[in-house]
Nanobody
Framework: QVQLVESGGGLVQAGGSLRLSCAAS????????MAWYRQAPGKQRELVAG???????NYADSVKGRFTISRDDAKKTVYLQMNSLNPAATAVYSC???????????????WGQGTPVTVSS
């Protein structure tokens, strides 16, 4: 069974920084793309940033230049460094990963439970 566990969320003042982590564990053969999504109260979930297994990244326009996504494949972990935070970043941040549990099986997407981030003004 595969688990994704996010950590690093919390309360921060506007202008501050947080670093989120998402660690995958369990029977994993390979991990393809990893990403961070967020869902603010009353809003739809949105993509924040994604990173492919080759290192290519993409970001939502609203976070470009302030957020950085990275991954450590040896640790099966993806990170999100968030700088210059503003109250609009308040949301639950979740980490999906597209992975394969065996060389013979198809890829599928697994999600973590999320970690809450609150930015106070």
């Amino acid at each position: 069974q595969v688990q994704l566990v996010e950590s690093g969320g919390g309360l921060v003042q506007a202008g501050g920084s947080l670093r989120l982590s998402c660690a995958a564990s369990g029977s994993i053969f390979s991990i393809n793309t990893m990403a961070w999504y967020r869902q603010a109260p009353g809003k739809q979930r949105e993509l924040v940033a994604g990173i492919a297994n080759g290192g290519n990244t993409n970001y939502a326009d609203s976070v470009k230049g302030r957020f950085t996504i990275s991954r450590d494949d040896a640790k099966k972990t993806v990170y999100l460094q968030m700088n210059s935070l503003n109250p609009a970043a308040t949301a639950v941040y979740s980490c999906p990963a597209v992975l394969r549990t065996d060389v013979r099986t198809r890829q599928y997407q697994s999600w973590g439970q999320g970690t809450p981030v609150t930015v106070s003004s």
